[in-house]
């Protein structure tokens, strides 16, 4: 079966500091990746989703990067941390294909001080 | 543009109580329409998608959605609700520019009165 796992779980960093959080996915082979992020109280916004090796889309405009250097392999990035990049980080897989459902990983709470 | 409304922001029942979260959506074809389960802190958990055919559809945890074209909407239903199920709960379709995207609504917050 398959799984996706993320870390780390939380993490708490000063403003101006660099990011880095990685995404794996196990059981398949070539997913469709993505990462979100859910500010406290609010929805799901997309920022990135990649359909293959070093294939990355960014959604909407910002200080953070993506980067998929392994078929199976997520990371999120940023240079230099915001106070309002603060939240909750959510990496999913879904099946290549059309109509493909999306699962999700446990998360990662950041918090920019 | 495409869109998923949920207009419940929170909803609370009795435990035993039936339940039932609303979900509208937007779309200028054939939907195909998710529901999701977030527990505090917690990732999101697939639990029913209706990608076409029969418009019931059943779910893992005793859930069920019903896509009813007419009134664009994809409601989500329980017959009798468990304090376990006290949780955020999204809707999601996927999005007509790209086949592998989705659109989530807002959310609906549970609460389960014991």
């Known amino acids: 079966s398959q799984t996706i796992h993320q870390w780390p779980a939380t993490l708490v960093q000063p403003v101006g500091s660099p990011l880095s959080l990685e995404c794996t996915v196990e059981?398949?082979?070539?997913?469709?990746l993505y990462w979100y992020r859910q500010a406290a109280g609010r929805g799901l916004q997309l920022l990135f989703y990649?359909?293959?090796?070093?294939?990355i889309s960014s959604e909407v405009p910002q200080n953070l990067s993506a980067s998929r250097p392994q078929d199976r392999q997520f990371i999120l990035s940023s240079k230099k941390l915001l106070l309002s990049d603060s939240g909750f980080y959510l990496c999913?897989?879904?099946?290549?294909?059309?109509?493909?459902?999306?699962?999700f990983g446990p998360g990662t709470r950041l918090t920019v001080t | 543009a495409q869109s998923v409304t949920q207009p419940d922001i929170h909803i609370t029942v009795s435990e035993g109580a039936s339940l039932e979260l609303r979900c509208n959506y937007s779309?200028?074809?054939?939907?195909?329409l998710f529901w999701y389960v977030q527990s505090p802190g917690q990732g999101l958990q697939l639990l029913l998608k209706?990608?076409?055919?029969?418009?019931l559809v059943q779910g893992i945890k005793g859930f069920e959605a019903e896509f009813k074209r007419s009134q664009s909407s994809f409601n989500l239903r329980k017959p009798s609700v468990h304090w376990s199920d006290a949780a955020e709960y999204f809707c999601?379709?996927?999005?007509?520019?790209?086949?592998?995207?989705?659109?989530f609504g807002s959310g609906t917050r549970l609460l389960v009165r014991p």
């Open positions: 779309y200028g074809a054939t939907p195909y």
């Open positions: 990649s359909v293959g090796i070093g294939q």
């Open positions: 209706y990608f076409s055919g029969d418009t």
């Open positions: 999601a379709v996927g999005r007509m520019d790209s086949s592998y995207k989705l659109i």
């Open positions: 059981g398949t082979s070539n997913p469709n």
């Open positions: 999913a897989w879904s099946p290549q294909g059309a109509r493909a459902e999306q699962y």
